[in-house]
């Protein structure tokens, strides 16, 4: 796998993707399944990087980590790990939530407000509709996608 550092051509987002090879980044460009998860423009483009140096880690300090905490890197084994429980986290919101479907951002602001009854909802909303959710203290976070979903 590849990680490209991205651009979005539309609203200067920047944000990273990954890609099985350089190919797969043009050939999805091309057919217009990139998209700005900012602005959900399709004039996104490869950024300068900075190459990816390992370097040993400082005494005192955890291999991958920097000042504060945030990760810079992490070994494939942790990140699949991670993606695992990211992924199991989203099967419990499918089995155990309502679905409803492009509505999501509408029920999400009723429950919100107390107009409708209190429950964990999903569903699909663009990312200007999760910015206003988000500006008015409502939570909305993305699922994964599932390996049972291309099936």
Known sequence: MIRYALRCRDCGHGFDGWFRSSADFEAQGARKLLACPVCEGHGVEKALMSPAVA???????????????????????EAAELYRQLQDMARKV??????????????????????????QIYGEASGQEVRGLLEEGIAALPLPPLPEDKN
Request: cysteine-free; overall charge negative.
């Open 55 to 77: 370097a040993a880690p400082e005494p005192g300090r955890t291999p991958g980590h920097a000042p504060g905490g945030a990760v810079t890197s992490a070994p494939v084994g």
């Open 94 to 119: 499918r089995n155990e939530g309502h679905y409803v479907g492009a509505g999501f951002a509408e029920e999400a602001r009723r429950i919100h407000y107390g107009e409708a009854e209190g429950r």
